[in-house]
């Protein structure tokens, strides 16, 4: 393998292939590693939702009292697997922990600054790569059902505009001229104006790794099992060797922890909550934006390849197998939304891990003195700051300090 990188890359989902490509125009020479093809991880199928209006974390303490009934309902939106309680209980504790007003008030500035820079660095990354149309630039709509969820959507909406979110109420006959498809039931909405969607999160993710080899990134196929940082570079143990470069990056998504322990000793409360998608190839065209069910809490998203419904929330580790049932309940969640059923011809269930630190923050950071970056945990909302991430990366990279919300040793 070849051992000449000024940067060695691991991971190659949308935040590592961004900071990758980030890195290389700083005129780094930039490799990545990744033990699958790259793009294979959460990166392939999430929601494609370019989420900017997400600045609460997703529990709060209005949670707590639905919290019982949504986790003894096995397809409910969110599910714990039993077996894995013992694990995730220190991650639930320092959750909780996180709700308190003080570091929720963190969470909800660290998220609103990500977030705020999300949309522009994402534009200047797809417009210098010369793919500005994968991103869908016509807002997202947050409708419901219950003229009881009324007042609730109102609070939201006064919150969010607090945190300087745009957003519009919407009424039913607005949102009927902007979605007709959707069933009449449909009371109404927050609509998100400064938001939109990728037509294809995974195609995104080519493109940028195709721009990245182009800026002279190398990309290798090897799993990387541990690492040592030595007093001038560090060297990694990979299934196929020993490689070794001035510094890495760790960007690997929900399985950073142990690769974080290995190189600088620091243990970071990474779990991951496990999503789901249905991807339905004939309907294409229904929706002009995506839309997220209030009630029935899951997004659809119209993509190039179809509609795909996604969401739910799973605890149940690393390991254990998906179960895809959840992803075909997101079909029966659907029914009653249109006003023709959907196709589900064709369909093609999916499972991610979503990379979760208990305070809803990623981590955007360096370690031993520098030699180690690390750009991983961004939950529900990686495809929507990665662009952003691989700014701040590239300002570490340059030597410029990471912004204090994101450290690693807030923990
Ligand atoms: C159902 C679902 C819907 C979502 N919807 C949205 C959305 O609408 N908007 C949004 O912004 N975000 C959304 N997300 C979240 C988003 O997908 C993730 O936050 C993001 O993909 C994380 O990117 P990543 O690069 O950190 O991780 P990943 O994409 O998981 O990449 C990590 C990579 O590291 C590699 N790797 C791991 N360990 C090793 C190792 N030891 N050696 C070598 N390689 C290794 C893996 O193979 C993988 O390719 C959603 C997630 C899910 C599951």
Not at 54 to 68: C, G, M, N, T, Y
Not at 231 to 259: E, F, K, M, N
Not at 384 to 389: L, N, P
Request: charged fraction near 20%.
């Amino acid at each position: 393998m070849p051992n000449t990188s000024d940067i060695l890359v691991i991971g190659a989902g949308i935040i590592g292939v961004t900071c990758a490509l980030e890195l290389a125009r700083q005129g780094l020479k930039v490799q990545v590693l990744d033990r699958q093809a790259p793009g294979r991880g959460a990166s392939f199928g999430n929601a494609g939702h370019l989420a900017t209006e997400q600045v609460f974390p997703i529990a709060d303490l209005s949670i707590l009292k639905r919290l019982p009934a949504m986790l003894l309902d096995p397809m409910g939106p969110l599910r714990l697997d039993w077996r894995y309680l013992p694990r995730a209980l220190p991650w639930f504790t320092r959750l909780l922990l996180n709700l308190r007003p003080a570091p929720f008030a963190g969470t909800v500035e660290g998220l609103r600054q990500l977030n705020q820079a999300s949309l522009p660095a994402w534009q200047r990354m797809l417009a210098s790569i010369g793919h500005s149309e994968l991103l869908h630039l016509q807002g997202s709509l947050l409708m419901y059902e219950k003229p009881e969820s009324h007042t609730a959507l109102q609070a939201l909406q006064q919150r969010m505009r607090q945190q300087q979110v745009a957003v519009e109420q919407w009424r039913a006959d607005q949102l009927h001229r902007a979605a007709p498809e959707l069933d009449r039931r449909a009371q109404g909405g927050l609509f998100f104006p400064e938001t939109g969607h990728f037509i294809d999160p995974y195609t995104t993710l080519l493109a940028v790794v195709e721009a990245a080899r182009q800026a002279g990134v190398g990309f290798i196929q090897s799993e990387v099992l541990a690492g040592q940082v030595l007093a001038d570079s560090v060297t990694l143990q990979t299934a196929q060797g020993q490689l070794s470069s001035r510094r890495v990056l760790i960007a690997t998504g929900a399985h950073s922890a142990s690769l974080v322990k290995s190189l600088t000793g620091v243990q970071v409360p990474l779990d991951t909550e496990r999503g789901y998608h249905l991807m339905l190839p004939n309907e294409t065209g229904r929706l002009p934006f995506a839309v997220t069910s209030f009630e029935r809490r899951f997004i659809m998203t119209p993509m190039a390849g179809g509609l795909r419904l996604a969401g739910t929330v799973e605890f149940a580790g690393l390991e254990r197998p998906p179960n895809h049932e959840r992803a075909w309940q997101l079909l029966r969640l659907s029914q009653g939304l249109f006003e023709q059923a959907l196709d589900a011809e064709g369909a093609t269930p999916w499972m991610g891990f979503r990379p979760s630190l208990p305070d809803s923050l990623p981590v955007i950071d360096q370690a031993c003195g520098g030699r180690v970056l690390l750009a991983f945990g961004h939950q529900h909302l990686g495809l929507t700051q990665a662009a952003a991430t691989a700014e701040l990366v590239g300002a570490l990279a340059a030597g410029r300090p990471a912004p204090e919300r994101f450290r690693v040793d807030r923990f």
